[in-house]
T-cell receptor, first 114, second 117 residues
Framework: KQEVTQIPAALSVPEGENLVLNCSFTDSAIYNLQWFRQDPGKGLTSLLLIQSSQREQTSGRLNASLDKSSGRSTLYIAASQPGDSATYLCAVVDGSSNTGKLIFGQGTTLQVKP | GAVVSQHPSRVICKSGTSVKIECRSL??????MFWYRQFPKQSLMLMAT?????????EQGVEKDKFLINHASLTLSTLTVTSAHPEDSSFYICSAKPLAGAYFEQYFGPGTRLTVT
């Protein structure tokens, strides 16, 4: 059974720092991996999607990498800003799925202090 | 494009009553919609996969008679929490897979906060 784990659970950094969020999954047979942002009491915003054949994706100050063989992904946030404060979730579409359902990690709650 | 709405955004109901939550794809057709539940400070847990015109597929441990799902059209799925209890209080989020989209594509609604008193 696929399981997704994120560490750390919470992270607090001063504004301007670069930071890395980690995600691991137990079964390397995935279709893709996505990183989402969730603000308190809100739905999800998709940040980056990495296909199983890809190694990384970039969008602005965000860079996500994928090492499928080791079951790991990282989300790198450069020059963090207070507006980046949110919970970041990673999720995979398991290779055994025929519906495309997502399996989520527990999330990392990020606080960027001004 | 690719907007998913949920209604209501917040609902408070008394224990023992039923409440219906709607999930609509506003500008695309969706054969598949997913229903998730999120408890405070926890991640999203898939409850069921809703397919237009057929019965929903429930995840292990989710009571299908308590969480009734209807996907009557290509743009609407509903989740009815029957005989709600305080432990059903949670954040319910739906997502929709476009009919014409890629296999992995799905779009999330803004969520519904259910509080059972």
């Amino acid at each position: 059974k696929q399981e997704v784990t994120q560490i750390p659970a919470a992270l607090s950094v001063p504004e301007g720092e670069n930071l890395v969020l980690n995600c691991s999954f137990t079964d390397s047979a995935i279709y893709n991996l996505q990183w989402f942002r969730q603000d308190p009491g809100k739905g999800l915003t998709s940040l980056l999607l990495i296909q199983s054949s890809q190694r990384e994706q970039t969008s602005g100050r965000l860079n996500a990498s994928l090492d499928k063989s080791s079951g790991r992904s990282t989300l790198y946030i450069a020059a963090s800003q207070p507006g980046d404060s949110a919970t970041y979730l990673c999720a995979v579409v398991d290779g055994s799925s025929n519906t495309g359902k997502l399996i989520f990690g527990q999330g990392t709650t990020l606080q960027v202090k001004p | 494009g690719a907007v998913v709405s949920q209604h209501p955004s917040r609902v408070i109901c008394k224990s023992g009553t039923s409440v219906k939550i709607e999930c609509r794809s506003l500008d695309f057709q969706a054969t598949t919609m997913f229903w998730y539940r999120q408890f405070p400070k926890q991640s999203l847990m898939l409850m069921a996969t809703s397919n237009e015109g057929s019965k929903a597929t429930y995840e292990q441990g989710v009571e299908k008679d308590k969480f009734l799902i209807n996907h009557a059209s290509l743009t609407l799925s509903t989740l009815t929490v029957t005989s709600a209890h305080p432990e059903d209080s949670s954040f319910y989020i739906c997502s929709a897979k476009p009919l014409a989209g890629a296999y992995f594509e799905q779009y999330f609604g803004p969520g519904t906060r259910l509080t059972v008193t």
